[in-house]
């Protein structure tokens, strides 16, 4: 049975991992985080067992017809249903709300991780595990994790983020981007290419701020025109997103602009991966910006329900670095290097119709990417077939 590795655990490599695992493959997923999903997780605490807040993706759409099986077998499965919120927008200036025309959106169930939670289920998963180190023995890669711990040999592997080749790896971790290095070390140009090209990438930031109230405070966030606002012409806000309002603990979701999230790009929220790994969160800093995000939000929804209650929980911050990647050049939903059992796929891949930077293309991308290598690998034998 053939082995392969997929680097990251969440939509892109989720997906990935299903298909390579129906057809037989002996798959595992070693994910960085503290649990599955990626951008679209699902922040739980023990603080509060009902609190669940999606502070990444909370909601996607579907627009194409190629992500109908796996958009059916979700709803089939009870991992995501129809979002039947109103989204719209709100003007800064004056906090006016239309309303957006219906689209068919979905949402994970109960929360946002649940997507992933099915698409890897049967998969071997390992996570709290930064892969760091990939080397290349000719037929098979070892992977290896922060503390030089041998991950194990595999006769393929899928990253499914372009930050293992990207530059920001330096800033972060004071190191040569694992990806390069490999590629550096194997006489492989189109290997060299590739990592080159994704780690060229641009990506927008997003500053998340999460609160979570009391079931009385539903009241009066239930008096907001809206479940989802896109926010027009604010220097902070970019979106507000209000979850569980008929739930134990309602929330609150606030979304910061790009611009924001960059002029603020040494604050990450202490809990977060980031901070995990690359060091202490600036406490103060780290204040600073979750006044500004929340006497922002307070601002704008005033008209509509007067006076923010008092959270129970939060106000936390977590920042997404990479939240928004700018797509690789070219129409395919993958790219792999067949000489090498190298591929990568990831919402950072676009074709006609398919938008980087959605759940929809990061699903459409593992699946793809996924059914590519079984081209390759035959199931039955260890050694790939290429
Ligand atoms: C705030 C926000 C709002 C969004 N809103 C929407 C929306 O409304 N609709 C929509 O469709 N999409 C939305 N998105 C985008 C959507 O969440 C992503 O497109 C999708 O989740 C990307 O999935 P992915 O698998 O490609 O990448 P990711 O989810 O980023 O998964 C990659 C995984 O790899 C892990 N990883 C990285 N490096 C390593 C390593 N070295 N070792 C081990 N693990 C590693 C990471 O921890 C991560 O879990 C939003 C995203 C954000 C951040």
Known sequence: MPKVAIVGGGVSGCACASVLLKDGADVTIFEMGRGFGGRASTRRTREIPGLLVNHGAPIFDASNTDFEPLLSSLLEAGAIQKWSGVYASLEASTSDVSVEKSVMRYMGTPGMSSICEKLAEGVTRQAQTQVTGFEWNSETWTLYDRNQQNLGTFDWVVVTGNSLASPRWRQTFSTEPPLVAAAETIACPELVELVNAAGALGTEPVMIAMLAFAPEASECLKKLPFNIAEVRGHPILGKIVLQELDGPCPAVVIHSTSTFAEENKKTFGSTSTAARLGGPADSNAEE???????????????????????????????????????????????????????????????????????????????????????????????KPNL
């Open 288 to 382: 600073i910006v979750i006044e500004a995000m929340v006497d922002a939000f307070s601002q704008v929804v005033k008209k509509h329900i007067g006076e923010l209650p008092t959270p129970i929980w939060g106000p936390h911050l977590h920042r997404w670095g990479n939240a928004f990647p700018e797509a690789l050049q070219g129409d395919q939903m993958y790219a792999e290097v067949p000489q090498v059992h190298f591929s990568m796929c990831g919402d950072f891949f676009s074709k006609p119709g398919v938008e980087a930077a959605r759940i929809e293309t990061a699903a459409l991308s593992g699946v793809e990417g996924a059914n590519s290598i079984l081209k390759h690998i035959s199931p039955s034998v260890m």
